[in-house]
């Protein structure tokens, strides 16, 4: 057990969504205080169990509504933040821009205008994506590449990023900004990501979409090495004087679709029938990231390779299919 998280009392906005069910997780079994916000409420007893619910103080609420987030934070006495709540699936950003824009845009004003007021939060951790950098020629992503985003969810980002830039230099807000390659394992059940619906449908037996056509590349890294980012990132974060930084994470191994579905096919021993589709609109076709930054700074680096955390989250699956 790691003895700084012991009763240190944490707001996590979007616990209960793939990435903070699995660091809510992390978290309570370091002897975490746990005041978690979601949109719903599901208690699904996936990566959460019942028992991990009876520890979390659960509050039904939208990150739109800033006075419900200056309450909550004051009540609570917050003095760390994990800010994961946002729309993050790209198809439904673009059929609804306007609830794109106020949960991830908005959102993250609202918990940061929060903080500023309150005064008493040490750290705040933002949670963006690679895909705040928008379409770039030159790869991999560095932290200080352009921030370019075109389309909805890509600008929502992009703008974020800039909002709690403007935050730490205007106000001296600690906050920092994460940004990840494809994060998969475990808990995922946002189908339209291509990892968990490829094992879905081995296990299923039906036919896999593809909406590109099968040659976008990204980097893909396991949900266990980027809890252990963030968990590294706000422990270092005062010590190292981190306020104000931007890390990127991810195992820089990029691979098109297609050779993805092969090495999960092999790992499987099964064959995956899949259709390309070619449809795929408004997606930047190569993305990944540089994280010597990481490396550097932080002294992190995935524990996972690619192999090994596709066996665990297939083995996952099977257990949660069955």
């Known amino acids: 057990m790691n003895n ?13 969504g793939f990435l903070g069910s699995n660091l809510t997780k992390w978290l309570l079994n370091n002897k975490a205080r746990i005041i978690g916000i979601d949109i719903d409420v599901r208690r699904d007893k996936t990566i959460l169990t019942e ?13 739109s509504d800033f006075d419900f987030l200056k309450e909550i934070i004051s ?25 794109t824009f106020s949960s991830n845009i908005e959102g ?28 770039h020629k030159k790869l991999p992503y560095k932290e200080d590449a352009p921030l370019i985003g075109n389309h909805p969810y890509d600008v929502s980002k992009s ?16 906050v920092a900004v994460t940004r990840c390659g494809n994060i998969y394992g475990p808990g995922d ?23 590109s056509d099968g040659r976008f590349t990204r980097d893909y890294v396991y949900v266990d090495d980027i809890v252990n980012g963030y968990v590294m ?19 820089e191994n990029p691979l098109a679709v297609i050779k993805l579905l092969e090495i999960i096919s092999a790992l499987t021993k099964q064959k995956l029938n899949y259709r390309v589709l070619n449809k795929a609109k408004y997606e930047i076709k190569d993305q990944f990231l540089d994280s010597s ?23 996952w699956y099977k257990r949660y299919f069955s």
């Open 4 to 16: 700084f998280w012991k009763n240190k009392r944490i707001l996590v906005t979007g616990y209960e």
């Open 51 to 63: 028992n991990d619910y009876d520890k979390i103080t659960v509050i039904k609420g939208n990150i």
């Open 75 to 99: 009540k609570y006495k917050i003095e760390i933040i994990f800010h994961l709540a946002a729309e993050a699936i790209v198809e439904r950003a673009l059929k609804d821009p306007l609830k």
């Open 108 to 135: 993250t004003w609202n918990i940061l205008e929060a903080c500023r007021q309150y005064g008493k939060v040490g750290t705040i951790i933002i949670a963006s994506s690679d895909k705040a950098y928008g379409s």
């Open 159 to 174: 703008c974020a990023d800039l909002i709690a830039y403007a935050y730490y230099h205007t106000y001296n807000l600690p």
């Open 189 to 211: 059940f946002n189908f339209s990501r291509i990892i968990p619906d490829a094992i879905r449908c081995l296990i299923t037996g039906e036919t896999l979409l593809i909406r």
């Open 233 to 251: 990132l706000a422990e270092k974060m005062k010590k190292k004087k981190l306020q104000g930084e931007v890390f990127n994470f991810s195992d």
């Open 293 to 315: 930054k990481a490396r550097r700074l932080l002294g992190w680096k995935p524990k996972y390779t690619l192999k090994e955390g596709f066996k665990e989250t297939i083995e």
